[in-house]
């Protein structure tokens, strides 16, 4: 069965530090890639989504994600958080079956201390 | 523009009877998703809904049903409640049943059995 795997629960980074946050999926088709963001007491958001083209994917309020086919990964990446990056990150892909599922990681708590 | 929306936002019942959720999708998406969020096992695909069409269900039983209207708002129907539905019940609208859609999230509906 299809799987996604986020490798860190629970990140803690200062002001300014860089992040990446891993996604692994297990699926050996074509795929569709989003990440997803949900800050506190909001709803889930969509950050950015691979489709074709460009593995490399630039997304809303600088981040961005790296698809690499033959690890099967996306990580999300930004240079430098901000307190306002606290949220937890969800990682979702959708195989091209088309059956409208998202199968989503377990999500990352990132928390920013100023 | 305005975002999906769901109501109830919080939900009381006790083991044995029916709950029933409602959604109403970002205007001109005719594409309406459910999922569960429960404690410790993350989203999981519920249903999808197409033109008034279910399309795909995910690994849940027949008591939870739920059906698309004309005006593409949908409702999701969980009879015969058990205390493992207490979760967060979320709806996702897209533009159509194309692939390259993402799919965008409502703030949910949270289902506590009793």
């Known amino acids: 069965a299809q799987s996604v795997s986020q490798h860190n629960h629970h990140v803690i980074l200062s002001e300014a530090a860089s992040l990446e946050l891993g996604c692994n999926y297990s699926?050996?088709?074509?795929?569709?890639l989003f990440w997803y963001v949900q800050y506190p007491g909001q709803h889930l958001q969509l950050l950015l989504k691979y489709f074709s083209g460009d593995p490399l994917v630039k997304g809303i309020k600088g981040f961005e994600a790296e698809f690499i086919k033959s690890k099967f990964s996306f990580n999300l990446r930004k240079p430098s958080v901000q307190w306002s990056d606290t949220a937890e990150y969800f990682c979702?892909?959708?195989?091209?079956?088309?059956?409208?599922?998202?199968?989503f990681g377990q999500g990352t708590t990132l928390q920013v201390k100023p | 523009e305005a975002g999906v929306t769901q109501s109830p936002t919080h939900l009381i019942k006790t083991r044995g009877q029916q709950a029933t959720l409602r959604c109403s999708p970002i205007s001109g998406h005719t594409s309406v998703y459910w999922y569960q969020q429960a404690l410790g096992l993350g989203l999981q695909f519920l249903l999808w809904?197409?033109?008034?069409?279910?399309?795909n269900r995910g690994n849940f039983p027949p008591r939870f049903s739920g059906r698309q209207f004309p005006n593409y708002s949908s409702e999701l129907n969980v009879n015969a409640l058990e205390l493992e539905d207490s979760a967060l019940y979320l709806c996702?609208?897209?533009?159509?049943?194309?692939?390259?859609?993402?799919?965008?999230f409502g703030d949910g509906t949270r289902l506590s059995i009793l």
């Open positions: 809904y197409d033109e008034g069409e279910e399309r």
């Open positions: 979702a892909v959708n195989v091209a079956s088309n059956t409208g599922k998202l199968i």
């Open positions: 996702a609208s897209s533009w159509g049943r194309l692939l390259n859609q993402p799919q965008h």
């Open positions: 699926y050996g088709g074509t795929v569709n």
